[in-house]
């Protein structure tokens, strides 16, 4: 059966993630592993803090374990929550949850090693800050970006069931991978699926026709729109999202493609900032 990591921390985020890991659970017939991590920085500060003090080792022994007490019923809370949410859905997805301490990279680590794989992941654009920091994403988006070898869900602060999607193809290895994603997910065949390319070379519209060819004979996808712009990239893609009414946009980054910038690190983040719609990322 194929895997799902949805990482949840209790911001308003993790109940619209909760709903796309739902809803793609169902379509891809995946297990889903739910994934809370306890960030330890919060009692080491809490120390550092009180060392400088005059309250003496035992009151700080008694305000770390209040903290870790709050953790563990913010934790039984957000079960409960998103436990309630599978219910609901009445989709039969199987899913478990999983606490875990320490950075949310390491602990990622465990589920890409495990022997069942890992198919994709699942997460907010941002964090539990996300009320006051509307133009920056994630702290740990990034980093879990950088180290995931598996595509990334990046969800929005709004659900919406995609049905039309918009593929940037640049002929990087990781829009290819996201090419034969579709291809290997039918669910897709009742989407009206773009294929946008932005400055292309004559190898990237090679390589254009060759994927429209494949998600049309192999994939058997009955609706593929072809799209040819010139300018610049983050624009040209925004643009194309509001005329087209787009729900979900799929980039490859950190492409290695002779445009050295077109998805590359920031541009690929950049993108994902100004996105009002849900992005997967293939690497």
Known sequence: MRSILLCVDGSAYTKICTKYAIE??????????????????????????????????????????????????????????ITRMFTEAKCNVKFKFNHRAGAIVDAFDEFKRDITGLDLVVLGKRGESSGTSKGHLGSSLERILRSCSCPCFIAPDKFRSPSKILIAYD??????????FVERNHFFGDCEVHLLTVNPTDDVQTQLSDAKAVLRDVA???????????GDVINEIEKYIAENSIDLLVIGAYSHSIVRHFFIGSTTLEIIRQSEIPVIVFK
Not at 54 to 66: A, D, H, M, N, V
Not at 171 to 180: E, L, R, T, V, W
Request: aromatic residues 6%; hydrophobic residues 40%; positive net charge.
């Open 220 to 230: 058997k996808l009955k609706n593929i729109v072809v799209a040819k712009k010139s």
């Open 24 to 81: 793609l659970a169902r379509l891809m017939n995946a297990y889903v592993d739910v994934l809370y991590v306890t960030n330890l920085n919060n009692f080491e500060l809490s120390l550092i803090a009180d060392c400088g003090s005059s309250l003496g080792i035992q009151p700080f022994r008694e305000l770390s374990t209040t903290l870790q007490n709050l953790e563990k019923k913010k934790f039984q809370r957000l079960e409960e929550k």
């Open 171 to 180: 002929g990087s290895d990781g829009i290819n991978k996201a090419i034969q």
